[in-house]
């Protein structure tokens, strides 16, 4: 009787360890028949986890898409380093500004629809974007000298942050009050917190600087206006529901919120430690464009690839491809001040690879959010990336690196 037991328990080992081994050898074969070399992503798995293991982030999530296949999956560290939870690929990230090309492409749908030219003054339809003003001087703040702006902001610099908005971000006196106007003031809902946002001195004349703002609110704003919906319900209908992405949204249903991944940052003694502040999960009425979606590496995934695939997804149409080679150009000339780069509808584009002194390809599009969440498009290289984490304050670094390790994996 032992004899049999033990029997069956080496029998249960080899197949466990056959079934590992052969999901091995599957991976490898997926990654070499989308040209990607599984020795090279381990440099990149190395990297992350070294920085897990020096403590400068807490834990992280890849995930690369290449010709069809996904290439790399993977979660390291932790969730949380109080709690101490293993990070998994189903964990649940704030996104924060990366909710602002979901809500773009959620725009863009309503323009399909004819809703709207991207000329259009944004007055036409919200009138309280009407005779604004611009500061003189943006060191005195909301209460500065002021002009009339000498042009309507229109539609197409709401898409461009090209409008004079801000988004508090810029360290100049009228930066730190618009912040503390738009996000730390109570505000009810997205029509609120537009309203605030317009009540606020221009940082410059409409059309004549790329200042990163607030501007997707006001789009968000739009999206109720001419769906009749809230933002929440027109994404939820028209996006996440065709695209089958069930975990993101603007709050976390009381069930998932275990899976929810807290900030953290590195404290004044130099450690890092989960944030003394974290926002909400759930209980949120602002439905925001600029950020305030929650979602999984897998999620977001199945958005970039509905958009590699020239917007569409699950036999659904949800945007024209002449749309989405329209979002993935360079909208502003020369008022992007990174060098190589421009901006689209919603995303920042590569334009001159080059000038940008960094490996990949004329076409990339790409953004990030707050906490260190980011993702990269390459159609010419049919090719998508996106890391997870869940660290304050923001730093390009890990975009960087995340194009690095990746790029140098493409051996065809």
């Not at 988004?167 to 109570?186: I, M, W």
């Not at 995303?347 to 004329?362: I, R, W």
């Not at 990339?364 to 290289?381: H, L, R, V």
């Amino acid at each position: 009787m032992k004899l049999n037991k033990i029997t069956l328990l080496l029998s249960l080992t080899f197949i466990l360890s056959l079934s590992l081994l052969q999901s091995q050898m599957a991976a490898t074969l997926e990654a070499s028949n989308a040209g990607i070399s599984e020795d090279r992503l381990e440099r990149y798995e190395n990297f992350l986890k070294s920085e897990i293991d020096e403590r400068r982030i807490p834990g992280a999530v890849s995930l690369v898409f290449r010709k069809g296949e996904i290439v790399h999956e993977a979660s390291y560290g932790y969730s949380s380093l109080d709690d101490k939870n293993p990070m998994g690929q189903d964990n649940i990230f704030h996104i924060m500004s990366m909710t602002k090309p979901i809500v773009t492409v959620a725009f863009m749908m309503l323009y399909e629809e004819g809703h709207f030219f991207l000329t259009d003054p944004v007055s036409k339809y919200l009138p309280q974007f009407k005779d604004l003003k611009v500061a003189k001087d943006v060191n005195e703040g909301k209460d500065g000298a002021t002009e009339p702006a000498n042009k309507e902001v229109t539609i197409h610099q709401v898409l461009t942050h090209t409008a004079g908005f801000s988004h508090g971000l810029g360290g100049t006196k009228l930066d730190s009050e618009t912040a503390q106007a738009l996000y730390f003031e109570p505000q009810e809902n997205i029509e609120s917190r537009v309203n605030t946002l317009v009540s606020l001195p221009l940082i410059g004349h409409p059309g004549e600087q790329w200042y990163y703002s607030a501007s997707p609110d006001v789009l968000s704003l739009l999206i109720e206006h001419f769906s009749g919906m809230s933002t929440a319900e027109f994404l939820q209908k028209r996006i996440f529901d065709p695209l089958g992405m069930n975990d993101t949204g603007y709050n976390i249903d009381k069930s998932n919120q275990d899976r929810w991944v807290p900030v953290h940052n590195i404290n004044e003694e130099g450690a890092l430690v989960n944030s003394e502040q974290q926002l909400p999960k759930d209980g949120i009425t602002v439905f925001g464009g600029t950020h305030g979606l929650f979602s999984t590496a897998s999620d977001y995934m199945k958005f970039c690839q509905m958009l590699l695939n020239n917007g569409s997804a699950n036999g659904q149409q949800l945007l024209s491809t002449k749309t989405v080679e329209l979002m993935t150009q360079n909208h502003v000339g020369g008022l992007y001040q990174a060098p190589g780069q421009g901006f689209g509808l919603g995303f920042g584009v590569t334009t001159d690879l080059a000038a940008s002194k960094s490996t990949g390809s004329v076409g990339q599009y790409y953004w990030g959010g707050a906490y260190c969440t980011y993702f990269f498009i390459d159609p010419e290289e049919e090719l998508i990336a996106i890391l997870m984490t869940q660290l304050q304050p923001y730093s390009n670094y890990y975009s960087n690196k995340m194009r690095q390790y990746i790029y140098q994996t493409i051996t065809d």
